[in-house]
């Protein structure tokens, strides 16, 4: 790898692409994209958080992406740019905001959707769904895209490549709050499923929760720490040399 950015060096690459590239290079992007929840689960806490960062900042770049696509095609709707509509905008922000800690709610007690013999009930949860998604990226759309747009827009300028990136900086930092409001609504359609590993170990099963150290895993009785009422330390051999049972959670 150091030939590789000794080489760029040479060539003149500018010094923070090289940066991006060596970070790129550091995480394995490879590795992370076919690594299974076993890899992860037995990953050092670093590459473990390296892993989250990555898929948390795709999940960031995609949404925005969606964001300035929006904002591209409705920044010159005028009939957008009046006191009704910020009116309307700030409504629906407190009503998504309201959604999210009602949805969040219904996720902590356990539920899920289940498809309902009943078309009628089928048809109003997904309405709702399509309403809490599509809702919050309408809304980020009027409140960050719109206005970024305008704010370079104002005089009829046509936009230069250096203002539309600004303002996908802008739209991708904000943006980033939409993995977090969309979390819930993954684990209420189960689209998220979380594997978990049980081990056998001296005739007792143990949930396999992280690595300690490079030698050592904490193991628990239940799949996480905060609900484990008891915890065991285990060597990498030991772990190493057991069967390990599958299991969904959410």
């Known amino acids: 790898m150091n030939e590789i950015i000794k080489f760029l060096g040479t060539m003149g690459v500018p010094a ?71 009116t309307l905008t700030i409504v629906m922000g407190i009503g998504l905001i309201i959604a999210f800690y009602w949805l969040q709610y219904i996720v902590d007690k356990k539920k899920r959707y289940v498809p309902n013999v009943d078309w009628k009930k089928n048809l109003i949860s997904l309405l709702y769904v399509s309403i809490y998604f599509f809702g919050w990226l309408i809304f980020f759309t009027l409140i960050i895209g719109v206005k970024a747009f305008l704010t370079y827009y104002e005089n009829g300028d046509i936009l230069t490549l250096g203002q539309i990136g600004l303002i996908f900086i802008v739209t991708f930092i904000s943006s980033m709050i939409l993995p977090i409001v969309y979390k819930p609504l993954s684990v209420y359609l189960s689209i998220n499923k979380e594997k978990q590993f049980k081990v056998k170990i001296e005739e007792k099963k143990w949930y396999l929760l992280y690595p300690i150290s490079k030698e050592e895993y904490m193991l628990g009785n239940k799949p996480s720490y905060i609900e484990s009422t ?19 959670t959410l």
């Open 230 to 248: 008891q915890l065991k330390i285990t060597k990498k051999e030991e772990l190493f040399e057991s069967e390990f049972d599958v299991i969904d």
């Open 16 to 86: 923070i692409l090289i940066a991006i590239i060596t970070l790129i290079l550091k995480i394995k992007p490879i590795t992370f994209l076919t690594s299974n929840s076993l890899d992860r689960k037995l990953s050092s806490k670093e590459w473990s958080f390296s892993y989250l960062l990555t898929i948390f900042i795709a999940k960031s770049a995609f949404y925005s992406t969606i964001l300035m696509s929006l904002s591209l095609v409705s920044y010159k709707w005028n009939w957008l740019n009046n006191w009704i509509t910020d």
